[in-house]
């Protein structure tokens, strides 16, 4: 893959530092981490849901911290059920540890977080503020193309 080079646009540009940021880290090799696996849906209008796969881990085990437009998942398994007496033969589920990472849009906020069935869920919020929301502006017509009658009373 080749590397674009967004240096250019940073000095003649204002207030895009973090798009050419987000745009720089897509090319970043960490982006092609595939576990745990994960889903983004869209469950309403404002509403989303991150599903990731985590399989072995219970809530202790787990964290989840929003900071700055960043939505960090981390996953690490205790030091007890590591060092278990049992050999394994084959192990074919994963439960090392990760860190998962995504990007937040503005005005989005994480409501809630639940593990079921080895799945963790993750509720999103798009809270547009009012003064951001688009609004409907009535069109009135020109006053100066009617012709004009003045009133007198008569006495």
């Known amino acids: 893959m080749r590397h674009v080079d967004f240096s250019p646009l940073y000095r003649s540009t204002v207030g895009f530092d973090r798009l050419f ?3 720089d880290s897509l090319g970043q090799p960490d982006q092609a981490q595939t576990y745990p696996p994960y889903n983004i849906e869209r469950t309403g209008e404002n509403t989303y849901r991150i599903t990731m796969a985590v399989a072995g881990f219970d809530e202790r085990e787990l964290s989840i911290e929003a900071h700055a437009h960043v939505l960090a998942i981390k ?3 205790s030091e007890d059920e590591q060092n278990s007496e049992s050999e394994f033969l084959y192990r074919g589920i994963a439960k090392r ?4 990472r995504f990007q937040l849009a503005d ?3 994480v409501t809630s977080a639940s593990l079921k069935n080895g799945l963790l869920h993750i509720d999103l919020l798009r809270n547009i503020p009012e003064a951001m929301k688009p609004r409907r502006i009535s069109i009135s017509t020109d006053q100066s193309e009617t012709p004009k009658a003045i009133e ?3 006495a």
């Open 75 to 77: 996953g690490e398994k």
């Open 152 to 154: 007198a009373h008569v």
């Open 97 to 100: 540890a990760f860190e998962r």
């Open 21 to 23: 940021t987000m745009l």
């Open 107 to 109: 005005h989005v906020e």
